[in-house]
């Protein structure tokens, strides 16, 4: 028995060996296909993202302005070039990020006109609606960081903050021919406002650029905001804090491939913007911040790329 105990040991020996060779044989191919599918995960990822440039774009917006303190409303609608640029940057392939600015810039003067709501107004029986016309700019900018998540296929939940300013002007005022409302035909006033907005919503978006025909997105947003600081020269030294309300967003764009990294294509956004009526007790008396509406329609030409 002991003669044969080593031969027993050799037999068994080899078999092992026999298995362990066969088993890296037949792996070898599937560790091969594991690797070369990390490897194209890797290369799609890197794929995902990229950044636009919007320089023939313009903005036409509506604002209209509520007061209760008086029974009166206004009403101006003005156009101005705009400008629009950022980049979407992915974390890996569920995790996307953006960062985006919208700025308008050399706004057009319109004409805004304030109307009243009753037959009298400070004791003046009116024969005339309107009690005042004056000429009206705007200018806005909008900074954004939206963080992507992907729920299923091109559908993501996005959020994030963005920060807000915008700043009026009015002059050149004409009272109403019942003359109710006396401001100073060369006076100016200027009011400005920052707010930081936190920002909830979808967005739909291939998020590739390189390589791909057509690339498309779209996004809803509704924001509310958190922080805002209002001022007016009327007032100085008086600031307007946390006027609440919200704003609602919904953009696209659709872009075709001119060359392999590079797209041109259409971007549009419509968005209005509600602030409710806002109360501060100053050493000039009770002042109030009406409550107003701003819904503004963006477009324009924009290249995309991802180099």
Not at 66 to 75: A, T
Not at 146 to 160: D, I, P, S
Request: hydrophobic share 35%; charged share 15%.
């Amino acid at each position: 028995m002991n003669a044969n105990h080593p031969n027993k040991f050799v037999r068994l020996a080899c078999k092992a060996a026999a298995i362990s060779a066969c088993t890296l044989y037949c792996g070898l191919p599937h560790a091969q296909d594991i690797g070369a599918s990390g490897k194209a995960a890797a290369e799609d990822f890197r794929d995902i993202g990229f950044s636009y440039f919007l320089g023939l774009g313009g903005q036409t917006a509506s604002y209209h302005e509520y007061s209760s303190s008086q029974p009166v409303r206004s009403k101006a609608t003005t156009t101005s070039p705009l400008i629009v640029n950022g980049a979407l940057y992915a974390v890996n392939h569920d995790l996307l990020f953006s960062l985006g600015n919208e700025t308008t810039f050399a706004p057009g003067s319109t004409t805004e006109t304030w109307t009243a709501t009753s037959t009298s107004l400070d004791g003046h029986v009116l024969t005339d609606p309107t009690v005042q016309r004056n000429g009206f700019n705007l200018t806005q900018n909008t900074s954004q960081l939206l963080g992507y998540y992907r729920v299923t296929g091109n559908w993501f939940a996005v959020g994030g903050p963005s920060l807000h300013t915008q700043t009026f002007k009015r002059y050149s005022f004409v009272p109403g021919v019942d003359d109710a409302v006396a401001v100073p035909t060369d006076r100016t006033i200027e009011e400005s406002t920052n707010e930081i907005v936190a920002d909830l919503g979808v967005a739909l978006d291939s998020a590739r650029v390189r390589g791909e025909s057509m690339h498309y997105g779209l996004c809803a947003v509704l924001g509310l905001p958190v922080w805002s600081r209002t001022n007016n020269t009327e007032y100085p030294g008086v600031n307007f804090k946390s006027q609440s309300g919200y704003d609602l967003s919904i953009e696209g764009r659709l872009s075709w491939a001119i060359f392999n990294d590079i797209h041109a294509g259409l971007w549009g956004q419509w968005m209005t913007s509600e602030r409710h009526r806002s109360v501060i007790d100053s050493t000039s008396g009770t002042l109030e911040l009406p409550e107003n509406r701003l819904t503004s329609l963006s477009y324009g030409i924009e290249l995309l790329w991802k180099l």
